[in-house]
């Protein structure tokens, strides 16, 4: 595949997964909040909750939760990735026309794998449970690196995976980590613009493409 105005030829595509594939805040915030009651921490609204997605569960919930001790909050920690277990699909949807782009970069033959800075055996449940765990060759979480985004080691490993150069590859995310990774690995990058990442700290990384929905996806590999 060439993409629009660069004579390069991809033939991978690495997606971040919360904000990109699929819209998950609803189940991540009733998770948190039913954390929160759990331990007698008042609830945080929608915004402020989300607000610390991105960067892992341990920072989402010391986040949420910093009126606990570290010790409670590690126990806070395992409680709220259990309950999201359990609850990982309650409200989640694809974002509209995603299925749509992963079904025609599979048709074209290009590779495509997620690394996400969320719990790997979350991600894993929630990919089969939206019924697109065919169309990716790898799914890296936290658990499998040593470093999560923006060190660029998960992508390292899908790029191994899905047997690409960096150079053939593009980083598609909505977090300014996303870019960062991708840049660091080599790769093209991507800004996805309808995700929960600071706009601000996304768009002052000058990715090389951005995509204000699913479908502009595919308007700059083409």
């Not at 594939?21 to 915030?29: Q, S």
């Not at 949420?64 to 126990?75: H, N, R, V």
């Not at 936290?142 to 660029?152: F, G, H, N, Q």
């Not at 996303?178 to 929960?196: N, V």
Request: glycine share 6%.
């Amino acid at each position: 595949m060439i993409m629009n105005n660069k004579n390069i030829t991809i033939k991978s595509v690495i997606f971040d997964f919360d904000g990109v594939i699929a819209d998950t805040g609803r189940d991540i915030v009733a998770s948190v909040q039913a954390t929160q009651r759990k331990y007698n921490i008042p609830e945080l609204d929608y915004e402020t909750i989300m607000s610390y997605v991105g960067h892992g569960a341990k920072y989402l919930i010391d986040c949420a939760m910093k009126q606990l001790s570290k010790e409670d909050c590690a126990e806070a920690l395992i409680w709220y990735k259990d309950y999201y277990k359990n609850h990982p699909c309650d409200k989640t949807e694809l974002y509209e026309g995603f299925e749509k782009v992963a079904l025609e970069l599979s048709k074209r033959g290009i590779a495509m794998s997620i690394v996400s800075n969320k719990p790997e055996p979350i991600t894993h449940l929630v990919v089969e449970k939206l019924g697109i765990s065919q169309y990716f060759t790898k799914v890296i979480g936290p658990e499998s690196v040593t470093k999560m985004k923006p060190d660029p080691e998960g992508l390292f490993m899908c790029l191994e995976a899905m047997d690409a150069l960096p150079q053939e590859s593009i980083m598609v995310g909505d977090s300014y980590t996303d870019i960062q990774a991708g840049k660091a690995a080599g790769m093209f990058t991507c800004a996805i613009l309808y995700g929960y990442g600071d706009k601000t700290k996304l768009k002052a990384e000058n990715a090389d493409y951005s995509a204000s929905a699913t479908n502009e996806i595919l308007n700059f590999l083409n």
